[in-house]
């Protein structure tokens, strides 16, 4: 198609490697939001676990063995065995700290002895859960006085406590402390059981959907070429039209006319002829001229022959018979331009010629035709009246649609134009064609 480059195998790859990679991108995202949230499962179900042993093995092992002495003070027999029970059925590899309080803050036993018989004040959710029997989990606040030696055991610990009763019903606190790093290690142990089905998902799905994306990009290029070749037929029966209707003018119509001038003329140069004669030769003269001109404008005979340049100077001339001064410059056109492409921007110079020659009121029309990269660019300017968006608008509304016009046909050719214009400061007509 006219300075349209078709789209190839690099293009299919080029798109569905584009597809193949946000591809990767939506799993690693997923892959890693599976993983933050999987961790986060993990945690909870590990804290919910430590709230479970807690909850067993201070109401099964520890409140059984708790006596009203152990508060008074008055049985050490019952520290001692509690001491006991704590150091060999509580503790383990994960839960490394036991603190039985009193309601005041009063440590009564603990695995570490220098602990016992201090006294703190509890905060408000210890108390909360002294007072509803609830038990409650936290991440410990190792600056906190009562849990300076837990500092020396880790940097992150588990708290978890909950009230236990002696016979009587005196309420106690019982407090134990869980290493973090094994609540966090559960979080990823289930990452990991899952990882190998989310991701093997995902990246299945991803290698199912490649060939799949092949396949469309493949059936979109075969698409594309195919408006692309109507494009062009309609292009090449465009020209085909044009050039059959010059022809037809040229061996027609201007032909008879010419038959009617000679014979006029002849008629004119009799002894007996009236003016009218002589007037009508020459009214049909130069409706010839401008048939002629037509003809040209509808298919310039040397554009193929001859080259871009030589039938846009024809153009210029033709045009500078008039009142305002036209100007060339082609020096920059490499040769030889397509022809799809010279008759392009031979027609884009017709219409901007055209237009600055009966609606500019110019003194000076310069036309620059160049090779520029990989674009042939046409540049028309005069120092005409100009316009605005709103002129334009309402010439097009009036029926003079010609710039719209060449938009369109520029456009299916595959190329771009713009237009600059500024009222009393005249107007810029560029049109850029890209080259095969």
């Known amino acids: 198609m006219l300075g349209m480059r078709r789209p190839g195998k690099w293009l299919v790859a080029r798109y569905v490697g584009q597809f193949a990679f946000a591809g990767v991108v939506a799993v690693v995202i997923v892959g890693l939001a599976t993983a933050i949230a999987s961790r986060r499962v993990g ?8 709230r479970t042993t807690t909850l067993i093995k201070a109401e099964g092992l520890v409140e059984p063995a708790l006596t009203d002495g152990l508060v008074t003070g008055d049985d050490p027999a019952a520290q001692l065995r509690v001491t006991s029970i704590i150091g060999e059925d509580v503790l383990d590899a994960t839960l490394i700290r036991v603190k039985l309080w009193t309601a005041d803050g009063r440590i009564l036993v603990s695995d570490e002895p220098r602990l016992v018989g201090t006294q703190f004040a509890l905060d408000a959710a210890e108390l909360a859960a002294l007072s509803t029997g609830r038990i409650e989990a936290e991440v410990s606040d190792l600056a906190a ?3 300076r030696y837990e500092r020396e055991l880790g940097t992150k610990l588990l708290e978890v406590y909950l009230p236990v009763h002696t016979p009587t019903g005196i309420p106690l606190l019982f407090e134990a402390y869980y290493r973090y790093n094994v609540v966090q290690a559960n ?26 994306a092949w396949s469309l990009a493949r059936r979109l290029r075969q698409r594309l070429r195919e408006r692309e070749a109507l494009l062009q037929r309609a292009l090449e029966s465009s020209e085909v039209e044009r050039r059959q209707i010059a022809s037809d003018l040229h061996d027609g119509v201007v032909q008879d006319l010419a038959g009617v001038a000679y014979a006029l003329s002849a008629r004119a140069r009799r002894t007996d002829a009236d003016e009218q004669s002589a007037e009508l030769a020459a009214t049909v003269r130069e409706t010839i001229r401008s048939l002629r001109s037509l003809v040209i404008d509808l298919y310039p005979p040397n554009l193929r022959e001859e080259g871009l340049e030589s039938a846009l100077r024809d153009l210029v001339d033709r045009a500078a018979d008039g009142e305002a001064r036209v100007e060339l410059d082609a020096a920059g056109l490499r040769d030889p331009v397509p022809d799809r492409v010279a008759a392009l921007i031979y027609r884009a ?16 029309i310069r036309v620059r035709a160049a090779a520029e990269g990989t674009y042939a660019v046409l540049e028309v300017s005069d120092d005409g009246r100009g316009f605005d968006a709103a002129t334009l608008a309402a010439r097009e509304a009036e029926g003079h649609v010609g710039l719209k016009a060449l938009r369109g046909v ?11 214009s500024v009222p009393g400061a005249g107007t810029t007509l560029v049109v850029e064609v890209l080259l095969p």
């Open 43 to 50: 945690e909870r179900e590990a804290i919910s676990e430590a």
């Open 145 to 147: 006085p009562e849990n």
């Open 187 to 212: 979080g990823s142990r289930l990452w990991r059981s899952f990882a190998p089905i989310a991701l093997g998902a995902l990246i299945m799905l991803e290698v199912v959907q490649i060939p799949l």
């Open 349 to 364: 110079a017709q219409e901007a010629l055209r237009n600055a020659l009966q609606h500019a009121g110019a003194g000076l």
């Open 410 to 420: 520029v456009a299916d050719g595959g190329g771009r134009v713009r237009i600059d």
